[in-house]
């Protein structure tokens, strides 16, 4: 049985909030969400197994598995069905794609840990709602939140840019202009008096927005997992 750990909050969790902990069955063994610590962590929910939308999602997730271990980011998918559905589920993909998922599949059949990370409102009549995305850091820290509806296959590769623009920001201090890609310039921090207005070096078009390409950026770092 898929159980989260008690947890003092009354709502569902928000960006920078502590990921709810839980102890659950998987695919492969049983998980919990504090064994991942000291690592990224990209926990993406459906809500049925053999579902063709989320079968597509399956089979980039296997396909890019190892770029993500290239970010020292694990994957970590939940479904509210059977342990068994899900076996079943990667046999078919195994024998339809040709591809071994090779990431942990939760069961949550009585949607405990989708109510903890509020994929669905209790009040819900089914798991249509189960197509979240959060992306938790290295202390537990949720970092990023996406939902999508059942017709809307999501984008691994964004999820990929996601992660490595998260850990940009937590090596080097900076932020990540839209549509940045690794290897790309980054924006720095803006200053904060008149005199490091005044002194701010850097490209861009004015004080207030700076770039640099991270070859030239120190480390300022929270963390470099």
Known sequence: MS?????????????????????????MGDRSLSSYRGQWLLLFSHP???????????????RAAERFTALNCALLALSVDS????????????????????????????????????????????SAMVRAIF???????????SWYPMTTGRSVAELLRLVAALKMTDTHGVSTPEAWQPGGDVILPPPTTASEALGASGTGSDWYYRTATPDALPTAGRRQP
Do not use: K, N
């Not at 009354?10 to 102890?23: C, K």
């Not at 049925?48 to 296997?62: G, I, K, M, R």
């Not at 899900?86 to 949550?108: K, Y």
């Open 3 to 27: 159980e989260p750990a008690p947890s003092e909050r009354t709502g569902p969790p928000l960006l920078h909030d502590p990921a709810p902990d839980f102890h659950a069955r998987t695919t």
């Open 48 to 62: 049925a197994d053999f579902t063709p939308v989320c079968t597509s999602e399956f089979v980039a997730f296997a």
């Open 135 to 145: 992306v938790i850091d290295p202390d537990g820290i949720i970092r990023a939140i």
């Open 83 to 126: 342990l068994f559905s899900h076996l079943a589920w990667i046999r078919s993909i195994h024998a339809q794609f040709d591809v071994v998922v090779p990431f942990p599949i939760i069961e949550d059949p009585s949607m405990a840990i989708a109510q903890a990370y509020g994929m669905i409102s209790p009040r819900a009549r089914d």
